[in-house]
């Protein structure tokens, strides 16, 4: 089976369905984080398909779809458009969510 980069399309079902199991504390989260999904280059997989999609950013923190793995990561960026760092985790967004939000917290 040839990978296929995940689509707009697709990777708005996966949100809507994370977004469906959030607590209403981390949906309050979620909708001030959250912006259209845009791909950003990441350096060490990224290429293939054009990058991964970028679904929400807090400081110097973004969460996104990595359709390699299947499954939402969180990485630093330091200038807009640049994952830092690859993650290859396999969690719907509802855990990504709260992995992220842990870490905000930790770092704040």
Known sequence: ???????????????????KEMTSENLKFWNYIKFTPTKWNEREYGDEGGGFWVVA??????????????????SEFEKDGE???????????????IKFRKLIEFKS
Do not use: C, H, R
């Not at 689509?7 to 369905?17: D, M, P, R, V, Y």
């Not at 807090?58 to 996104?64: A, D, H, Q, T």
């Not at 994952?83 to 969510?97: N, R, S, W």
């Open 57 to 74: 950013k807090y400081k110097n923190f973004v969460l996104y779809y990595n359709d390699i793995e299947d499954g939402f990561n969180i």
């Open 1 to 19: 089976m040839i990978w296929e980069p995940i689509t707009l399309q697709e990777l708005s079902s996966e949100i809507l369905k994370g977004e």
């Open 83 to 97: 994952i830092k760092e690859y993650g290859a985790e396999q969690d719907e967004l509802q855990y990504a969510l």
